[in-house]
């Protein structure tokens, strides 16, 4: 069964720019969480979708934001990038919402500069 | 603020000897807990769950949880330098995400 996919691998973006990322759950897998993993603050939560509706959100500022689509895909999008974006977006799938075995995709290494 | 609390380490230890990662955490209602592993440059990787007090073994891993005392702990045996990585551990409690401790480095020396 194929894992978690994620593109792009690698992004470089200029401050206030903004991107999107996206993220293929694990198949029959129906909830996508995203995560912002940086070497200072650690792996840190920014949102759950299932069933096309967040669940759950963690302290971002608005700038963070994203959806899922009816086949379980999802995209994040970050607007008016910051240098302190910079890091690895991780997305983790689990059978539904709730199911917190996650499995990661490989993430997004995002470099604003 | 729900906390997981995990030594940074480094943990060094030789081939062949048994590796232990702790873990502590703040929130008395925690229901489920994760080990992963996740090596320099890639993704956690799911390693270990663990749901109730006792200890859960699965190969050469042992996961020991300890409600009372607030503490999950990781057992490796026969540590390989494979084994190598920075290990996370992670808690939620209700329908609340996931709440990641920074981790701890292991290193196993050949």
Not at chain 1, 47 to 72: A, D, H, I, L, M
Not at chain 1, 90 to 97: D, E, K
Request: a positive charge.
């Amino acid at each position: 069964k194929a894992g978690v996919t994620q593109t792009p691998r690698y992004l470089i973006k200029t401050r206030g720019q903004q991107v999107t990322l996206s993220c293929s759950p694990i198949s029959g897998h129906r909830s996508v969480s995203w995560y912002q993993q940086t070497p200072g603050q650690g792996l840190q939560f920014l949102f759950e979708y299932f069933s096309e509706t967040q669940r759950n959100k963690g302290n971002f500022p608005g700038r963070f934001s994203g959806r899922q689509f009816s086949n379980s895909r999802s995209e994040m999008n970050v607007s008016t990038l910051e240098l302190g974006d910079s890091a690895l977006y991780l997305c983790a799938s689990s059978l539904y919402s709730g199911d917190r075995e996650q499995y990661f995709g490989p993430g997004t290494r995002l470099t604003v500069t | 603020q729900k906390e997981v609390e995990q030594n940074s380490g480094p943990l060094s230890v030789p081939e062949g000897a048994i590796a232990s990662l702790n873990c502590t955490y703040s929130d008395r209602g925690s229901q489920s807990f994760f080990w992963y592993r996740q090596y320099s440059g890639k993704s956690p990787e799911l390693i270990m769950s663990i749901y109730s007090n006792g200890d859960k073994e699965d190969g050469r891993f042992t996961a020991q949880l300890n409600k009372a005392s607030q503490y999950v702990s990781l057992l490796i045996r026969d540590s390989q330098p494979s084994d190598s990585a920075t290990y996370l551990c992670a808690t939620h409690s209700g329908n609340t995400p996931l709440v990641f401790g920074k981790g701890t480095r292991l290193s196993v020396i050949a």
